[in-house]
């Protein structure tokens, strides 16, 4: 008998097919990126699931992207784009905690991941 999958399980089954797994666009990322960094800063994508906002930063600038995510399949995902598209040098997958990073950088991004962390400390379903 097949055992059934836990939520986390389940969770990361339904999204590890998507291309984008959080708000915003190629457009968003652009506009953002046109106000912010030099073209070669290293930029963090928190959260970067399966590499949708690194694969758009990778094309606008000339730096470093480590992307982080706490699910490796995600990130085999952007390694294997990477790879394939000669951008290894440049974008390169970590995971590790978003509280307990290992580097510094110039800027970050995050559609969600980093403003939800550490909420279950403070909201507990069911209790007010």
């Not at 974008?91 to 995050?110: G, H, K, Q, Y």
């Amino acid at each position: 008998m097949k055992r059934a999958m836990t939520p986390e399980e389940f969770f990361y089954h339904v999204f590890e097919s998507l291309r984008r797994l959080g708000p915003g666009c190629t457009g968003a990322t652009w506009k953002a990126w046109s106000y912010l960094l030099p073209v070669d800063a290293q930029i963090l994508d928190m959260g970067c699931g399966t590499g949708a906002q690194t694969r758009d930063l990778a094309g606008l600038s000339a730096g470093t992207i480590p992307a982080v995510d706490t699910h490796q399949p995600f990130l085999d995902t952007i390694t294997a784009w990477a790879d394939r598209e000669g951008m290894s040098e440049r974008v390169r997958t970590v995971n590790p905690s978003m509280d307990d990073l290992p580097f510094e950088t110039d800027s970050s991004i995050s559609s969600g991941p980093k403003v939800t962390s550490g909420m279950s400390n403070t909201t507990i379903p069911g209790q007010s």
